[in-house]
Nanobody, 127 residues
Framework: QVQLVESGGGSVQAGGSLRLSCAAS????????MGWFRQAPGKEREFVAA????????DSADSVKGRFTLSRDNTKNTVYLQMNSPRPVDTAVYYCAAKRALGSAWYGAKQSEYGYWGQGTQVTVSS
């Protein structure tokens, strides 16, 4: 099992930057594919970005492509979501998720595949 704790959320002005972190417990972090999802008030939770076990493959939602970057440091059991040029529409609770991955299996935006979730961190972008 793995436990996930997000941090780094807060308030930021549009055009600024913010880095979210997700720290995982356990000694097998490199066995997990990771993802970030978000949920805005009154909306369904949606995919933001995902990264493979090794970090060699990433993908992100079209709405954040070119602005958000996902990376991981398996030596620190941490995944990072770098948010550059955020917009007010990016305001949401951001959740980190993990899926124990088999080999090079890719789960991407499939929320139902991720069995472990953090508690979420609020990001508020003001104009």
């Amino acid at each position: 099992q793995v436990q996930l704790v997000e941090s780094g959320g807060g308030s930021v002005q549009a055009g600024g930057s913010l880095r979210l972190s997700c720290a995982a417990s356990g000694r097998t972090f490199s066995s997990y594919a990771m993802g970030w999802f978000r949920q805005a008030p009154g909306k369904e939770r949606e995919f933001v970005a995902a990264i493979s076990r090794s970090g060699g493959r990433t993908d992100s939602a079209d709405s954040v492509k070119g602005r958000f970057t996902l990376s991981r440091d398996n030596t620190k059991n941490t995944v990072y979501l770098q948010m550059n040029s955020p917009r007010p529409v990016d305001t949401a609770v951001y959740y980190c998720a993990a899926k124990r991955a088999l080999g090079s299996a890719w789960y991407g935006a499939k929320q139902s595949e991720y069995g472990y979730w953090g508690q979420g961190t609020q990001v508020t972008v003001s104009s």
